[in-house]
Nanobody, 126 residues
């Protein structure tokens, strides 16, 4: 059974930065595309970034383009989300998720993902 564990969340002031990490175990990490989602209270879980299994291609939601960067280190079985210029509206639980890679550029629906982390809280204060 695959397992994902996020870390790096916390409280940051508006305009600040955070780096989230997601450590994977139990599966061949390099076979999986990874996604970063966020979910605020009362809202849907939305994709903010995705990265292919090799790390050669990434996707970003329009709202985070130019501020968020996803990367991965397959030797360390870890994917990262670097976030800059955070604003209070981005307060949410951030989740990483793994999707067995089938060649698509990215996978946008939460239902497409096979494994999920427990989430890490990101709180941006004004």
């Amino acid at each position: 059974q695959g397992q994902l564990v996020e870390s790096g969340g916390g409280l940051v002031q508006a305009g600040g930065s955070l780096r989230l990490s997601c450590a994977a175990s139990g599966r061949t990490f390099s076979n999986y595309a990874m996604g970063w989602f966020r979910q605020a209270p009362g809202k849907e879980r939305d994709l903010v970034a995705a990265i292919t299994s090799s790390g050669g291609s990434t996707y970003y939601a329009d709202s985070v383009k130019g501020r968020f960067t996803s990367s991965r280190d397959n030797a360390k079985n870890t994917v990262y989300l670097q976030m800059h210029s955070l604003n209070p509206e981005e307060t949410a639980v951030y989740y990483c998720a793994a999707k067995y890679y089938t060649g698509r550029a990215y996978y946008s629906s939460p239902a497409e993902y096979n494994y999920w982390g427990q989430g890490t809280q990101v709180t941006v204060s004004s």
